[in-house]
Each structure stands twice: as C-alpha cells, then as structure tokens.
C-alpha cells in the first residue's frame, strides 16, 4: 500500500466498509456474522444498536482487527484488515481510539499515566516533557482537571474513569474513535455526562469518525447521525433516527419501542 493511495482513501466518503462479514467461533457450524453489509459514513457519528448477543462487540473487535473474519472483507479507511499481519495492525491501530464498557483503565498507572502510556509506546520521537504535556492536554480536552491527574483508577469516580479512558483513547488523535457500551451500568446522570462527552469529543475533532455500539436507544437517537440495527448475523436496518422512529418492520418497532418505554419510566 503506497502513501498516496492511504492518503486517497482517507478523502473518501467512508471511513469503514464491510462487506460479506462471516464470523464462526466453531469451525463454521453456527456464525455470529451472516454476511455484514455495512458503510460507516466519515467524520459522523454512526451508532450500532441490537438486541444482546447480536454479535456488535464481535463486530466491534473486527474493525480494531483484533478479531479475524471467517470471510469477508473489512477496510477501515481504505486498507483491508482482513489480510494485515499482526506487525501492520499494530501500526495501523493507532489510527484508532478504543474506549472499551469498563474503561479498562491500567489499574497500576495514574490517570496521566494512563493517558500517556499509547504515546510512550508509539511516539518514541517525543521527549518525556512533550508526552505528558500532550497526555495533560488530552485529559483536560477530556474533562479532567489537573488535580485528579495522579489518582489511580480506584481512587477514581466511575465519571473520572471514563474521562481518564477517552483521555487515553483519544492520545495519538485517532482518526476513527470506536466506543462499545460506553455507558451499560451507569446511572442516567452519570449515561447522560457520558454521552454529551461522546458528543463534544465528536465535535471539537473535525472531520475524525466517530462508532458507538449501544444499547441505549435514547442515546442512538440523540447523539447519532446514522443508526445500524443488528440482527440475527446482519444488518436488519440502517438509516437515519428518524427512519427508525418512523419503521414497520416488527422486529425495528420492538426495540425502539422498548428503548423508549425504559427511558420514560
Ligand atoms: N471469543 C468468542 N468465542 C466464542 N464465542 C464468542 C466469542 N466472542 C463472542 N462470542 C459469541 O458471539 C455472540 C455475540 O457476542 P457479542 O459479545 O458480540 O454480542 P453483543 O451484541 O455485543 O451483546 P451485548 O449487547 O450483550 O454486549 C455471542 O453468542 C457470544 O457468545
Ligand atoms: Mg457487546
């Protein structure tokens, strides 16, 4: 792959593209993907909804290349991860920034440390001092004032640890930013701060990408540009909100209208 033609993929107008996406974890008796057909549209906010077990983080850990596909071609901005070697992938990863449903914070690192630790290990050109100014600038783009820089993750409140997790994923300037359940167990105060993040993070990095799976369909609806449904190995539906508030299909109406009764009560 030349620079040039990286360089042509990254103007195109998606950022992801899946196609014939078969994944089986026994040898091809049952497969959790049934052939995905899937675009995520560049610099927007894709969310991917469906019920549990619908295979969306599988699908998730396909675009990071952390799972390999049974069949099917998966490229994220142009270059398709399905033939990478582990060595390319580790490069090509730091196109991409993670924020996994616990944080997943080094539990023996501080915050800042935290932050730091993707530039530690990939920016070898940057001084000690450039690195934690960057991991600093980061942490405070992420909502985390410098006196909570040297807490540990269980000195932490669960708002400052998903801070200090965005802070960490967003170090190396992703272009693609992939969220799985950012907010599954938090209180609707905590799920409501989580999401405005998601959202503001969106907006303050232009033209960077932005993937969130989610059961949440309030928050699919509120902060999504573009919705994916999952269902049954596929994609069931995609289109905008208000193609799915507007939908007939049984399967589409019994999950948004169960979202929306669990939110009202
Ligand atoms: N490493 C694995 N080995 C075997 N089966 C797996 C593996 N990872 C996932 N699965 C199976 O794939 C299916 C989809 O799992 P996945 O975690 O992607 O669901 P999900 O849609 O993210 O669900 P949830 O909404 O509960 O997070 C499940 O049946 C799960 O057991
Ligand atoms: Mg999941």
């Known amino acids: 792959m030349t620079r040039d033609k990286v360089k042509n993929t990254i103007t195109d107008k998606n950022a992801i593209e899946i196609s014939g996406l078969k994944k089986s974890f026994d040898g091809g008796k049952d497969f959790v993907l049934n052939g995905v057909e899937l ?3 560049k610099s927007k906010i894709t969310m991917i909804i469906g019920f549990s077990g619908t295979g969306k983080s599988v699908l998730m850990k396909h675009m990071l290349g952390l799972m390999k596909p049974t069949s099917g071609l998966i490229k994220v901005l142009g270059t398709d991860l399905s033939q990478m070697s582990e060595r390319k992938l580790m490069k090509f990863r730091m196109k991409l920034g993670v924020m996994f ?8 690192m501080t915050a800042i440390e935290n932050a730091m630790f993707p530039l530690i290990e990939h920016r070898k050109d940057l001084t000690h001092d450039e690195v934690y100014s960057i991991a600093s ?6 909502g985390l004032e410098p006196k909570h820089f040297d807490k540990l993750p269980s000195q932490m409140s669960g708002g400052m640890r998903k801070r200090a997790a965005l802070a960490r994923a967003l170090a190396l300037d992703p272009e693609i930013m992939l969220y799985d359940e950012p907010t599954t167990g938090l209180d609707p105060i905590l799920t409501e701060m989580v999401d405005d993040l998601i959202y503001s ?4 990095r232009s033209g960077k990408t932005s ?7 309030h928050a699919a609806f509120r902060i999504g540009d573009y919705v994916i449904m999952l269902n049954n190995g596929g994609v069931l539906m995609d289109g905008k909100p208000e193609d799915f508030i507007s939908s007939k299909d049984p399967l589409v109406r019994k999950f948004v ?9």
Do not use: C, W
């Open 201 to 204: 993070t969106h907006y303050s």
């Open 101 to 108: 449903q616990y944080s997943a914070l080094f539990d023996d």
């Open 137 to 142: 600038e980061k942490m405070k783009q992420s």
């Open 39 to 41: 675009n995520i549209p």
């Open 211 to 217: 993937v969130v799976v989610s059961h949440d369909l």
């Open 257 to 265: 209208d169960t979202g929306i009764r669990k939110k009202d009560v």
